[in-house]
């Protein structure tokens, strides 16, 4: 029994043992009106400034229905579409199992939303980041391709002990990137579409520097965590930095 209990809490963990229900049920009425605050708050302020597969995902997606979506109804739409699925998982889960889950095409929903006392600060994301911020783009198949690539990098990067080539990478395109649509700044990352504050700061303030993106580029350019990001990186246009990251190999990652 002993031995039994031992070799369970050393066996290696695999994303699976991450994942939780949802328990949509247990989301509150309060629950439900915080998101439906924050979604029509958020598309009041975007209007057109995000990139449009985003605001063809949300639709796709039926995401503006009243209250948390329930995952279950959510991946009925969007795994047969792109095969990304959402799973829930309590919080942040470490960088080796999101790149992981992401190069299954599996993509963590927290399992919680913020209070209406914390509308505009969390300590780390909660449903809202992740199924607005986040999902809407997964419906869209280029870039559901891409960000599968980005979780296979990321593998790689993390068993070669260069993890944060990867998790550069991803911030600089997948969380907060720009993207320039018909010549126009847009938002691109799921970290800008979902932020009440750094939507509109990241294009419009004069105090941060916006360089065009490549991969070399948000290899080696770091990142802000806790604070609104002093540099962004802008896609000339989403295809093109698509096809960028697509054709990156995990040696190629390694040697930029
Ligand atoms: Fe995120």
């Given at each position: 029994?002993?031995h ?24 509150t ?5 915080v ?5 029509a708050?958020?598309?009041?302020l ?20 009243p209250?948390v979506?329930?995952?279950?109804g959510?991946?009925a ?10 799973v829930?998982?309590t ?10 889950m ?6 963590p ?18 449903c809202f980041?992740?199924m607005?911020?986040h999902?809407p ?16 990098l990321?593998?790689?990067a993390?068993?070669a002990?260069?993890g ?10 997948v ?5 320039r649509?018909l010549?126009?700044?847009k938002?691109?990352?799921a970290g800008?579409?979902s932020?009440?504050?750094e939507?509109?700061?990241s ?5 941060v ?9 948000a ?10 990001q002093?540099r962004?990186?802008v896609s ?21």
């Amino acid at each position: 029994m002993l031995h039994r209990a031992i070799a369970t809490k050393q066996r290696p963990r695999g994303w699976q043992d991450y994942v939780v229900s949802q328990e949509w049920e247990s989301f509150t009425n309060d629950d439900h009106a915080v998101w439906d605050l924050l979604f029509a708050r958020q598309v009041d302020l975007l209007g057109t400034r995000v990139v449009t597969p985003f605001l063809d995902g949300i639709d796709l997606l039926r995401l503006s229905h009243p209250g948390v979506p329930d995952l279950e109804g959510l991946n009925a739409i969007l795994e047969p579409r792109t095969g990304w699925r959402t799973v829930a998982v309590t919080g942040l889960v470490p960088d080796e199992i999101f790149f992981a889950m992401l190069s299954e095409r599996v993509f963590p929903v927290g399992n919680f939303i913020r209070t209406r006392e914390e509308l505009d600060y969390l300590e780390e994301p909660d449903c809202f980041h992740d199924m607005f911020g986040h999902i809407p783009m997964l419906a869209h198949h280029d870039y559901a391709d891409m960000t599968k690539h980005i979780g296979e990098l990321g593998s790689a990067a993390i068993a070669a002990g260069e993890g944060h080539r990867a998790a550069r990478l991803y911030w600089h395109s997948v969380e907060f990137g720009l993207a320039r649509e018909l010549g126009e700044l847009k938002i691109l990352g799921a970290g800008l579409a979902s932020s009440f504050g750094e939507a509109h700061f990241s294009l419009e303030s004069d105090e941060v520097e916006r360089l065009p993106f490549s991969v070399e580029k948000a290899v080696n350019t770091p990142y802000k965590h806790d604070a609104f990001q002093p540099r962004y990186l802008v896609s000339e246009t989403l295809e093109k930095t698509i096809a960028e990251v697509l054709a990156l190999t995990p040696e190629e990652l390694l040697s930029l």
